[in-house]
């Protein structure tokens, strides 16, 4: 089956810095790459998707990119902001079944 | 829209014992994920539903298992509960009828086991 390895696990930045983690997979049927955002308590909660057909997306001072070629994607998150603390879940799917990848628990100082 | 609600959000069993799970989907959402979330497995499909039907199936044991209402809400049930067991499981909802369909996630049901 699909295996999605997702880094850093921790990540810190300053407020206003920019984060970015990395994830990769290796089933080439997989088509659908959605990003989760968990805080402590609660469900993942959908933040950002892309396509296979697709390169990149943005939507505010979330962006997602995608090497289909190399079977890796990518979350940039610009001007960081204390409440974008949380656990991020990367996730491939071939077909609709979501893989997720371990998490990165991002930690942004004000 | 109401988001996808599960009941109940705590439990506590013993060894054993078995427990039935509750998921309600978005309205409309004809497919219902269940994932059992973990901090040493992280989070790993059980299974999906759509229209009543099980149409995808991971890799647990057969003390796992579920169904799917007319109305779409579903229930998972673990039997003979061990201590691996505790865990928060989620359910997730989409429309279902395309494969790209985004997934939404209820708050989880934490279930612990004694």
């Known amino acids: 089956g699909e295996n999605v390895e997702q880094h850093p696990s921790t990540l810190s930045v300053q407020e206003g810095d920019s984060a970015v983690i990395k994830c990769t997979y290796s089933d080439s049927a997989s088509n659908y790459f959605p990003w989760y955002k968990q805080e402590l308590g609660k469900g993942p909660q959908l933040i950002i998707d892309i396509r296979s057909n697709v390169g990149e997306k943005k939507d505010q001072r979330i962006a997602v990119t995608l090497n289909k070629t190399a079977k890796h994607f990518s979350l940039h998150i610009t ?26 628990q991002l930690t942004v100082w004000p | 829209k109401a988001g996808v609600t599960q009941t109940p959000r705590y439990l506590i069993k013993t060894r054993g014992q078995q427990v039935t799970l509750s998921c309600s989907p978005i309205s409309g959402h004809r497919s219902v ?27 647990f044991p057969g003390r796992f298992s579920g169904r799917q209402f007319s109305n779409s ?42």
């Open chain 2, 73 to 114: 809400r579903s229930e998972m049930n673990v039997s003979t509960l061990e201590l691996g067991d505790s865990a928060l499981y989620l359910c997730a909802s989409r429309a279902g009828t395309e494969l790209y369909n985004e997934q939404f996630f209820g708050p989880g049901t934490r279930l612990t086991v004694l």
């Open chain 1, 79 to 104: 001007e960081t902001q204390p409440e974008d603390s949380a656990v991020y879940f990367c996730a491939a799917s071939p077909q609709g079944r979501l893989y997720f990848g371990r998490g990165t």
């Open chain 2, 33 to 59: 994920s269940w994932y059992q979330q973990t901090p040493g497995q992280g989070l790993q499909f059980l299974f999906e539903y759509f229209s009543e039907t099980q149409r995808n199936k991971g890799n």
